[in-house]
């Protein structure tokens, strides 16, 4: 079973909207953490966000916000504010605590084109 | 000052060759990481190791053996190259195993003809 899903292939937004990646999980874990990755054409993997399962607020970090909602066990990434430079692959990860060995693994990533 | 490094940047060559790729981190972090990348960019764990011992060993085939001489350092040996392990690899290193973030390095773009 999928324990990360991304369920947007490609999305494309125009240059200074925000944009919203899906991402949901399963676990049966309490303590988990979730991540989100950009992989720009270049191919280098950056680390974006991190989101604890016991944390009440949602992550922030400049203009990425990761919308957190426990219960629905999704970690969409939000970004405000697009640029062209954001166009890239957006990977959404998660973390697992004891019974998942403190695997990381990622879903299958959206591609995200910032029009001009 | 590059964080995480790997070399070589591209690995070129033929079927049945054994190869290695190196990974070296300056960051002080205690669990490093060998993650494949497929052509549909799909990222797998590979292989962990906190403080040089290894934690995670994922269902990968016997040809591929890691070796962590210290805890910078984790390197990635090849034997028995197939056209199937075609793929980047990229190494990555966190503070701990733990929930932190991992920093990854520029990846190896490895090509088996």
């Known amino acids: 079973a999928q324990k990360i899903t991304q369920t947007q292939p490609g999305m494309f937004v125009q240059e200074k909207e925000a944009v919203t990646l899906d991402c949901t999980y399963d676990t049966s874990d309490q303590s988990y953490g979730l991540f989100w990755y950009k992989q720009p054409s270049s191919g280098e993997m950056i680390f974006l966000i991190y989101q604890g399962s016991y944390d009440e607020q949602n992550a922030t970090e400049g203009r990425y916000s990761l919308n957190f909602q426990k219960a629905r066990k999704s970690a969409n990434l939000v970004i405000s504010a697009s640029q062209l430079g954001d166009s890239a692959m957006y990977f959404c990860?998660?973390?697992?605590?004891?019974?998942?060995?403190?695997?990381?693994?990622f879903g299958a990533g959206t591609r995200l084109f910032v029009k001009a | 000052d590059t964080a995480v490094s790997q070399t070589p940047k591209y690995l070129v060559t033929q079927m049945g060759n054994d190869k290695s790729i190196k990974c070296e981190q300056n960051?002080?972090?205690?669990?490093m990481y060998w993650y494949k990348q497929d052509s549909k960019k799909f990222l797998k764990i590979m292989f962990s190791y906190n403080n040089k011992e290894l934690i995670i060993n994922e269902t990968v085939p016997n040809r591929f053996s890691p070796k962590s001489p210290d805890k910078a350092h984790l390197n990635l040996h090849i034997n028995s190259l197939e056209l199937g392990d075609s793929a980047v690899y990229f190494c990555?290193?966190?503070?701990?195993?733990?929930?932190?973030?991992?920093?990854f390095g520029p990846g190896t773009r490895l090509t088996v003809l």
């Open positions: 990860a998660m973390r697992e605590g004891g019974t998942g060995g403190f695997k990381t693994i």
């Open positions: 960051l002080g972090h205690d669990t």
């Open positions: 990555a290193s966190s503070r701990d195993r733990a929930y932190n973030e991992q920093f």
